[in-house]
Nanobody, 123 residues
């Protein structure tokens, strides 16, 4: 079965950077988008970024555009989220997801999820 494992979360000061990784194991899911979502306490899970199978197309939530960059290494079955200029509003549990078609921001359309990694940005 497909498993997604996130890493790289932690505590960082406002203005700092973090790089999240999401390693996939199990059967190959070809042609599917992989994405990142986040969920802050008391809030809905929200889309952050997505990347297509080949890695040449990406899309972002407006709130992170210009600060976050998603990338993937298919040889390593890993997707990354480089997060720069972090603010306290970015504090959340970040989840890696896979299995949706390119362009979707609806978490219900992603069939595979990691366990999440906590990102905390202090002011």
């Amino acid at each position: 079965q497909v498993q997604l494992v996130e890493s790289g979360g932690g505590l960082v000061q406002a203005g700092g950077s973090l790089r999240l990784s999401c390693a996939k194991s199990g059967p190959t899911i070809t042609m599917y988008t992989r994405g990142w979502f986040r969920q802050a306490p008391g809030k809905e899970r929200e889309f952050v970024a997505g990347i297509n199978w080949s890695g040449d197309l990406t899309y972002y939530a407006d709130s992170v555009k210009g600060r976050f960059t998603i990338s993937r290494d298919n040889a390593q079955n890993t997707v990354y989220l480089q997060m720069n200029s972090l603010t306290p509003e970015d504090t959340a549990v970040y989840y890696c997801a896979s299995g949706a078609l390119y362009g979707t921001q609806n978490h219900n359309e992603f069939g595979y999820w990691g366990q999440g990694t906590q990102v905390t940005v202090s002011s």
